[in-house]
């Protein structure tokens, strides 16, 4: 099993985006149905609903850094079953969070094109949305990140990295 490590790797940074895409896609088709709604009642259109069609795009960032931590643990010798599974998981895990948190502003830019009101309370929920992506992202670090003391820079100090877990 060669490259099953490599599988891992590329699924923490695609199942994320995955999930992103499916997220804002989703916000972004209610943001657009939203302001036409307004638009059709002579409302003015509220622009925030960009940052909400937005909202699941920091995820990928998530899978990006996952990706990160995973390529260093393989370098620093990690197992191939173990890189892979951390991807595979941790990256679907983050991406279904990702794309759940674009359903949420989805409903949330419809409530405010109905209402107007409630801006705060959408964004409050959206970012407990947003906590249900980084604990998967924290806790696929742990099993990977004890191989981080051995991981040294050119320079011979420690790696930046190795300081967040042991």
């Known amino acids: 099993m060669g490259n099953l490590e490599f599988i891992g790797l590329a699924c923490a940074l695609a199942l ?11 916000a972004a ?16 259109a509220p622009f925030i609903m960009v940052a909400f069609a937005g909202a ?33 998981f941790g990256g679907a895990a983050i991406g279904l969070s990702s794309w759940m948190q674009g359903k949420t502003a989805a409903c949330a830019c419809d409530a405010l094109a109905e209402t107007g009101k409630g801006t705060a309370n959408y964004f409050i929920v959206i970012g ?3 906590r249900c992506s980084l604990h998967p ?8 990140g004890r191989n981080y003391r051995t991981t040294v820079c050119r320079d011979g100090h420690p790696h930046l990295w190795c300081h967040f877990y042991y």
């Open 16 to 26: 994320s985006a995955l999930g992103s895409g499916l997220g804002a896609g989703a």
């Open 29 to 44: 088709q209610a943001a657009v149905g939203g302001w036409k709604k307004c638009y059709a009642n002579g409302k003015p």
């Open 56 to 88: 699941p795009l920091t995820q990928t960032i998530y899978g990006f850094l996952l990706m990160n931590f995973i390529a260093a643990a393989i370098a620093a010798g990690t197992s191939s079953t173990l890189a892979f599974g951390v991807g595979v």
């Open 128 to 130: 407990i949305q947003k």
């Open 137 to 144: 992202w924290s806790s696929s670090l742990l099993p990977v």
